[in-house]
């Protein structure tokens, strides 16, 4: 079963929250251009190659490899948006150190997945078109499942029980959507 989250009370999930425009549609175009102007490349994934294209900023997590390495810093067109990020998760200034900027072109989505441990905090910024983001942890022989609506110009943060307990994931679309993932590394 599925459930929706709750949009007038406390979250579906303990550890998620989430904000409909936090940016105007002239920042999300300037943002889209932004992330179309980078040399974007397929995600790879243990030699397999996704099709979602992405950039890291900050730290680059190889997934065929299985280790984190710093790579260029954050680019300065994204010191705003990042702050406000961080603002609003509460986070304190340069928290989140990791930037990854996606493109979903028609038919791209993103599978279950949990963000890898090296990673905590991840506050996203969905650009350009509505997107479902999916939940799910295991609950005996089946799962616990909830949708959560993403507008566009929205921002969610997971953290806790969602980020750590919680499986998501966003469906294939038809039309192209971009977003913003920023990240904190966990403690060592």
Do not use: C
Request: glycine letters at 10%.
């Amino acid at each position: 079963m599925t459930l929706q989250a709750d949009l007038f009370g406390g979250p579906a999930i303990a550890g998620f929250r989430s904000d409909d425009a936090v940016i105007s549609a002239a920042e999300e175009a300037d943002l889209i251009a932004g992330i179309d102007g980078v040399d974007l490349s397929p995600f790879r994934f243990q030699g397999w190659l996704g099709k979602r294209l992405t950039q890291s900023f900050g730290w680059a997590y190889d997934f065929d490899k299985g280790s984190l390495r710093e790579t260029k810093a954050i680019p300065d067109w994204l010191q705003p948006i990042r702050a406000r990020a961080e603002l609003f998760a509460g986070l304190g200034p340069d928290t989140l150190v990791q930037a990854l900027l996606l493109r979903y072109d028609p038919g791209a989505g993103i599978g279950w997945h949990k963000d890898r441990p090296v990673f905590e905090d991840v506050v996203g910024i969905s650009l350009g078109h509505a997107a479902t983001m999916r939940f799910r942890r295991r609950n005996g022989k089946t799962f616990e499942r909830i949708a959560v609506p993403l507008a566009p110009r929205s921002i969610y943060h997971l953290s806790g029980e969602v980020r750590h307990s919680w499986e998501h994931s966003i469906a294939p679309l038809e039309v192209t959507r971009w977003s913003i993932t920023f990240r904190s590394l966990a403690a060592r």
